[in-house]
């Protein structure tokens, strides 16, 4: 079984991959450029969420190609790293969190890899929208690195490349927020539909709109995300090193459509 990462440029040089090699995957809804090796002993699929030279901003990302080019190339699980803005002053920048609830605040995503005048209608549970399994992965590897984290938090998933006002950020932590961010709340739904785990280790990178007397700048998001990068792929690499494959309700969330969507969603890739 593979292991899948999902990161930016800065990230993939941080892991100590071997036998790498930029292969592109054609899919359905277009075609997804990963790196392929190893690591820990194991395969590793690592896809550029924004691709090469981070030319992609967050509403423009072909999510759909990414998670079947995953699907693919046999991946069943996946780790991703999101930066995220806190909507919570006890939540400052520098806090690593495993979030294991989502709000998906976007207008325009894809909703669903089931799309087509021959798809069947798939509704699939997302109680837990984060994979419980590598949730308790990334807290032990964590644990035993001596890295702190908080364990649990909303993340909201919004559509940018905006940030958020002042007012949304009082909104969001209203409505039980954590951190915000715009790419992973999309990807969790579509890798719950491919029946592939998914986990995200968030990194704050800077205070909500309207929680700093300072004005947001994308220099700081990038300057913590260096700056957590090495303690996030030692993460990594631990869980990839150790985790077993456990029978989760990640990988059976299509059983109730029988065979008919799995052999679709397959035949369509």
Not at 58 to 69: E, M, Q, S
Not at 87 to 98: A, H, S, V, Y
Request: net charge neutral; with cysteine; proline share 6%.
């Amino acid at each position: 079984m593979r292991f899948g990462v999902i990161g930016g440029s800065g990230f993939a040089s941080a892991l100590p991959m071997k036998e790498s090699r930029k292969i592109t995957v054609k899919t359905r809804f277009g075609e997804a450029v990963c790196l392929l090796g190893r690591l820990a002993d194991r395969e590793v699929v690592f896809l550029l969420r924004h691709g090469e030279g981070h030319r992609l901003p967050p509403h423009k990302i072909n999510y759909r190609a990414n998670v079947l080019a995953m699907k693919q190339l046999g991946v069943t699980a996946v780790l991703a790293t999101a930066a995220t803005g806190t909507l919570k002053q006890d939540l400052p920048p520098g806090t690593l969190l495993i979030p294991d609830q989502l709000l998906d605040w976007t207008k325009q995503r894809p909703l669903t890899l089931f799309e087509g005048n021959d798809a069947p209608v798939v509704h699939i549970d997302v109680t837990q929208p984060f994979c419980p399994n590598l949730r308790q992965s990334l807290l032990q590897a964590a644990e035993s690195l001596g890295a702190q984290v908080v364990n649990g938090g909303c993340y909201v998933c919004g559509e940018g490349p905006r940030y958020e006002t002042a007012f949304e950020v009082k909104v969001l932590a209203k409505l039980g927020g954590d951190v915000a961010g715009m790419t992973a709340g999309t990807e969790a739904v579509l890798f719950r539909e491919a029946e592939i785990c998914y986990s995200v280790l968030a990194v704050v990178t800077n205070w909500g709109a309207g929680l700093s007397s300072q004005p947001l700048t994308h220099a700081e998001v990038e300057a913590m995300m260096q700056q957590k990068i090495p303690v996030i792929a030692q993460i990594f690499e631990s869980v990839i090193a150790n985790f077993d494959f456990p029978d989760c309700p990640c990988r059976h969330s299509l059983d109730s459509y029988g065979d008919e969507a799995r052999k679709w969603l397959m035949a369509k890739i």
